[in-house]
């Protein structure tokens, strides 16, 4: 499966950005997807992820109320809504799929898009 972020930008506190990974490939071998993101200094962290089998959805607590994520119904776009935006949400964001196939278990990544929130 492969990756690719958009919509990351500059922009203000308080403002809103939308995030899209689009997927190609073996979409179909894909159980769920997340964003996570990766600040200067700082390691890679989960910011919300959701289920193929149930649409079941999990989000960090410093995003929670504040960032939605979604996808089509053909799991080929993830979004991630992000509204409220704050300078600490400042980092890269990489979208991220986890697969099951015949050889088991395995995950992809985008390149990453960077958000920037100035105070």
């Known amino acids: 499966v492969q990756l690719v972020e958009s919509g990351g930008g500059l922009v203000q506190a308080g403002g809103s950005l939308r995030l899209s990974c689009a997927a190609s490939?073996?979409?179909?071998?894909?159980?769920?997807m997340g964003w996570y993101r990766q600040a200067p200094g700082k390691q890679r962290e989960l910011v919300a992820d959701?289920?193929?089998?149930?649409?079941?959805?999990h989000y960090a607590d410093s995003v929670k109320g504040r960032f939605t994520i979604s996808r089509d119904n053909d799991w080929n776009t993830m979004y991630l809504q992000m509204n409220s935006l704050k300078p600490e949400d400042t980092a890269v964001y990489y979208c991220?799929?986890?697969?099951?196939?015949?050889?088991?278990?395995?995950?992809?990544w985008g390149q990453g898009t960077q958000v920037t929130v100035s105070s």
């Open positions: 959701i289920t193929r089998r149930d649409g079941t959805t």
């Open positions: 490939g073996s979409t179909f071998s894909i159980n769920a």
């Open positions: 991220n799929a986890r697969t099951i196939g015949r050889l088991g278990l395995g995950s992809s």
